[in-house]
């Protein structure tokens, strides 16, 4: 890796996810001074599933991490059940263009992690208040929300890796109402304590009705994880309550079933939830002047396009990339990093959008298109047509090629 063209310059992360130490990571090796500030008061454990596809791989490969990443993904049946339980087969995740690796967010975050230097400063329970740049540098209000104290420093460029309703972005960019796009969708993450009735723990299990679905996630080497997915006329709202009473609601009045059933029922004592709604963040431009976004900041593809991890590490490992291509100019480098980028990250965003059907239907329609594709899958005569869709098709191609590469033309 280059690492003569930083002299010593030092840049702003704020965010300690994926995102964020990809970017400190590459920074790094370029030469830069990275100061990573993350708003929690420590560094975040598992979290919830997520894929890494050829894309993300390439990236994490130059990051110096891939070595640490492995593929948790089992070799399992898929199935489609219903309220009765009665199942027949099915497309799990692994089954999807791409053929990603399984993990949890937390294998990333953790390799990540352990590849940053020693000298990386991170300071914890800290997030930036005011940020104001010249053409020399940014200027910003740094405060610690633990010992109530704030300071202002100086950058030569910040880095807003801090996720969908990125503070960074709110304080250069504008509100975030102004580049959120929300699809009318909710979801609930977490972890189950073993298998569902009738299953085996490395079983993908689809539920999918009009507008709400349940899907199951298994490892090879830890208890599955659970995605529900519903639609919603009032996102708002959604929040207003209780969230177990809110899903339980969503999902009834009709008997759950045994399998639905227990799912809803680990949901009462889970440790950990993710409820969140589903957006897109659009904007006309990811940087402005030395201030730029990554990741979820800038364009969060959804969880539906399962891109995620690959297009923040990517997107990351395109940004030192740039910056050493374009020593003598921070925002030369930036201008040629979301050109070389965005036409790759407006795809996968259209990609998530039409995931979504696959996802959870939102009609009697897609879900009848759901049950023609999956018997089309297990068909002697249509399944070529299904796998060269999986393996060649355009998401595939995609999703796994190295788009960070400064070499890559998307194809239109």
Sequence with gaps: MDTSNGDGRRALVVGLGI???????????IGWTPVIVERAAARRSDGYFIALFGAGRAAARRLGILDGLTDRGPDGAAYDVDRAGR??????????????WMMMRGDVEEAGFAALPSDVEIRYSTVPTRIRQDADGVNVTLADTAGGTSVTERFDLVVGADGLRSTVRRLVFGPHEDHLRRMNYMLVAYQLPGALPGHDQTDSVILAEPRR??????????????????????????????????VREVFGPEPTGPVLGAALDVLESAKEVLFDSVEQVRMDSWHRGRVVLVGD??????????????????????????????????????AGW???????????????????????????????????????SKLPVTSPLFLRWRTKGKAARMKNTDFSHPGFAPTA
């Design 19 to 29: 995102s964020g130490i990809a970017t400190a990571l590459r920074l790094r090796q």
């Design 338 to 376: 979301e050109r070389q980028l965005r036409p790759s990250i407006g795809y996968l965003q259209g990609n998530g959008m039409q995931m979504r059907s696959l996802f959870v239907p939102a009609t009697r329609f897609e879900v009848a298109r759901r049950k023609v594709m999956v018997r089309m």
């Design 87 to 100: 199942r027949r087969p099915g497309l799990g995740f692994k089954d999807f263009p791409g053929r990603p």
């Design 213 to 246: 679905s349940m899907w199951i996630f298994p490892f090879k080497d830890r208890p599955p994880t659970v995605l529900l997915s519903y639609r919603t006329d009032d996102v708002d709202a959604e929040f207003a309550g209780p969230m177990v009473e809110r």
């Design 297 to 334: 900041a800038a364009w969060c593809v959804t969880l539906y396009a399962g891109m995620g991890a690959s297009s923040g590490m990517a997107g990351a490992d395109l940004l030192g990339t740039m910056l050493a291509r374009h020593p003598g100019s921070v925002t030369r480098a930036l």
